[in-house]
């Protein structure tokens, strides 16, 4: 393995200077180290840099434009423990999941250096003799993007992988809660051969500051973000007035749903892996969870064997498969939401003892019913409430009772259900008999108000790309 500097990436990253954004460990508190932080005036002059950049790397062929993030492919993969030790430094997410996380981010570097090569236009049949018509495809110019602290490396290679692949410059701001990683992938992207205007990290005195930059900066074409649809409402409306571009990845309220003809033990196998992720910290995990009475004391029991074995902890700790809570504040909601279904009726299916610090042991409810806060609100923790149903009418009727449309679960073998319930979810993504469905080659999404525009896919770099029409006439 290469060293930076003769560190390694984490001793790199984690630099001791006492200046910039402090970055803490969720698990135990403490300090991990500084970022730069920049000054309004400093990030208009990155974005006139990374514009003036953007003109030679869209003259690149597709093909050196490949080349070049494959080889930043190469080195996230080289680097994959190092990432995955920072990335569990500061997000907390278990070790295991913070590998998985490097290579789902390294996966949409590898996708894109191959879409680079593919970003076709079209030829069009003209309605007269004399004409010609077709259409190419054009890098937008320089996009932004702002992306949030669940995913650090993921969400940022699902944006600028694309962009970089179709010739604009990139300039992300991390989360202020998780930039290390942000820092030390683009870092490698250096390495690899992507000039350092083309692909920029920027924090600055306030998320709320850079959110009014990019929205309003008149050089930038494009931005796009993934967090809380309250902070994307704010986005699209500062956006609109330069009429900027946006793709937005925004808050979900996944319905799980398990019939009384499902397999029942992968539909808890099912909900332990969407459920439990990153500690529920995702915007696609299960939110709520629908069982037919008939399954419902079954599946309860064998979802409560299943849960009872996760092992809390620090993610560095062997065995781990929840860490801690990304902050305080996050822990007081989630607790705020438990006690108020309670209030309103629900019972704990076993009882936790009160943790420490940022953890949160897993929470099951049971007799939860449509109308309790917790079942219209984003739990984003590892709280499970579970209602039954009695037919599917009912059913559809409540998994769609929500203003969110990102991701939704449901588990039977009844094939003729499969599709008439697949069909009638108002959701972006669905799982059926599954419920890990992220991947780089499918458009991840949402519809309603968990956001506008797809990532990862063939679908993810029209995002970055505008279509221009040509049209030869006197033939
Ligand atoms: C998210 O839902 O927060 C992203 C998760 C993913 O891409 O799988």
Redesign the pocket.
Known sequence: MHAINNKSLVSFMVSDREEGLAVYNPATQELLGYVPVSTEQEISDKVSRAHSAQKDWSKLAGKQRSEILQRWFQLIIEYQNDLAHLLTLEQGKPLAESKAEVFYGASFIEWFAEEAKRSYGETIPAPTPSKRMLTIKQPVGVACAITPW??PI?MITRKAAPALAAGCSFIVKPSELTPLSAFAIAELAYQAGVPQDILQVVVGNSAEEVGRIFTSHPLIRKLSFTGSTRVGRILMRQSAEGIKRTSLELGGNAPFIVFDDADIDAAVEGAIASKFRNAGQ???CANRFYVHSKVYDEFIAKFDTAVNQLKLGNGLEEGVNIGPLITPQAKQNIEALIESALKQGAKKVSTQKPQKGQFLLPVILRDVTQSMDIVSQEIFGPVAPVIAFENEQQLIGMANDTIHGLAAYFFTNNISRVWKVAEALEYGMVGINDSMI?SEVAP?GGIKQSGIGREGARQGMDEYMDIKYLCFGGL
């Open positions: 669940n995913f993921a995702t915007c696609i992220s991840f």
